[in-house]
């Protein structure tokens, strides 16, 4: 998994060791779509976080724009061996209050 940075909710002091180990082929999946993603205009300097299970790529951060979300997602299924893309992206900025 490629994280720059630690998110609030995360827990790097837990016990992981009854996850399964990632499998060769996500592997090589996550390390190309964070490369295309760190690439592209329009997304290299988001905060896109790439994790791969069983050939479905989870795209994960904050981005700028609409615009970028649908590039990542695009990027990320360009990419041989993707069997589905699950984008959790969100947009920065204020949040909108519907009255």
Do not use: K
Not at 11 to 30: G, K, M, V
Not at 52 to 64: E, T, W, Y
Not at 92 to 98: K, L, M, Y
Request: aromatic share 8%; net charge negative.
């Amino acid at each position: 998994m490629y994280m720059p940075w630690p998110l609030p909710d995360e827990n790097w002091f837990a016990d992981t060791s009854d996850q399964p180990e990632p499998d060769c082929e996500d592997l090589r999946i996550e390390a190309l779509v964070a490369q295309r993603l760190s690439i592209d205009w329009t997304t290299r300097r988001q905060h896109i976080i790439v994790t791969v299970q069983n050939r479905v790529v989870i795209l994960a951060g904050v981005v700028s724009d609409a615009n970028a979300r649908q590039v990542a997602a695009e990027l990320a299924y360009d990419v041989p061996g993707v069997f589905d893309i699950c984008n959790t992206l969100r947009l920065s900025g204020p949040r909108r209050t519907h009255w």
